[in-house]
Structures are given as C-alpha cells and as structure tokens.
C-alpha cells in the first residue's frame, strides 16, 4: 500500500490528469516506498510482455485418444506382470535360479580341526587361578593405597609440626625482645636518677 495522494497504477499507465501526475511525481521523488512501488509495476509489466504468445487450443484431448493409450510392448508387459499366478511363477523362477549359481559357485569349507577337550578339572584351576591372581592384585593396591596415604599424613603432620615450632620459637623471640627493652628501659631509668641524685648532692655541699 503506498503513501501517495493517488494511485500509483494510475499514474505509471497515465490516467491521472496533469496537476495530479504532477502532484505524484514530486512525491515520488521524496519516497522511497513509492518509488519501490512503480519499480514492482515496471517489473510486473515486463514479465507479462515478455510471456509467449500461444495459440487458444480448438478441442480438447480426451484419454480414449490414440496418443494417450499404451505402446504394444507397455501392453504385453501388464498383461505379463499383471497376473498374480504368472508373477509367483516367474519369482519361484528366479529364486531356483539363484540358489543353483549359488550353489555351484559355493567354495567347498575346508574341515576344521577338532578342538581340544577341556576337562571341568582344568577349567576350575584356571578360574582359581585367576581369582588367586584378581585377590592377589587388589590386596597389593589396598596395601598400596593405605601407604600413601599414611606417608601422606606423616608428612603432614610433621610440616604442621614444623610450622608451629616455627611460630612459637618467633613468638618467644619477640617476648624476649619485648622484655630486653623493658630491662634497657628501666636500666636507663635507673641511671638517671642516680645522675640526677649526684647533682643535687654537689649542689648541697
């Protein structure tokens, strides 16, 4: 649906009278939808005088005509084939065909060597044996799995160990740190005075 004050159609096949077609031509200008509109109508008219022109035909073919009925050898081969007892035949036909070539050309199976008897005595040794070796293999990575993980915790341990004698050795360290400048302190306190004590007993005398 376009946008302009008249018919599109109208104008591209010049039925409009002349202030309307002028009117339309300014607003085609400044739309593009309507522009695409005429460009549809251009296109439109093009495809319909490019069609072939064709002849109306005079009469209509009917299916009894000779053009529509079958061949003679598309005749012969429904009559064959269109019979069921005739299609069974000739499947049974086939079928003794194939299973003749298959046979003549069947390579001959060569005989095959008896397979040793096993005793059920062997049999169960074999099964012990490899249940021996099954319970032999999962005892020795539960053993495994538990020294690791015991060698693991050990270590650990002795890296949990190490990291509080660490901090504890820092600790004590610092405190006594802490006390050697409480002693320097007092010391110092100490020293003064007596300094101070010795002035006023010069001054005295």
């Not at 002028?22 to 593009?32: D, G, I, P, S």
């Not at 660490?166 to 003064?192: D, G, P």
Request: glycine share 4%; net charge neutral.
């Amino acid at each position: 649906m376009s946008c302009s004050p008249f018919d599109l159609r109208d104008y591209y096949f010049k039925d409009l009278a002349e202030n309307e077609r002028r009117l339309t031509e300014v607003h085609v200008k400044t739309c593009a939808h309507c522009r695409e509109e005429l460009d549809r109508l251009r296109g439109t008219e093009a495809a319909l005088l490019a069609l072939r022109e064709e002849e109306i035909p005079q009469r209509i073919g009917f299916v009894s005509d000779p053009v529509f009925q079958p061949s003679a050898f598309r005749r012969g081969w429904d009559a064959l084939w269109g019979s069921a007892a005739r299609l069974g035949f000739a499947s049974a036909a086939m079928l003794s065909v194939a299973l003749v070539v298959f046979s003549l050309t069947r390579p001959v199976p060569q005989g095959a060597a008896p397979a040793p008897a096993i005793t059920r005595a062997a049999m169960q040794a074999e099964m012990q044996a490899d249940f021996s070796n099954r319970m032999n293999d999962a005892v020795a990575k539960a053993v495994a799995a538990s020294e690791a993980r015991q060698a693991r915790q050990t270590q650990d341990l002795l890296a949990a160990s190490d990291r509080r004698h660490a901090l504890e050795t820092q600790a004590m360290m610092v405190r006594v740190q802490e006390y050697l400048e409480v002693e320097k302190k007092h010391l110092n306190t100490l020293i003064l005075a007596s300094n101070n004590a010795g002035s006023a007993g010069g001054d005295v005398r």
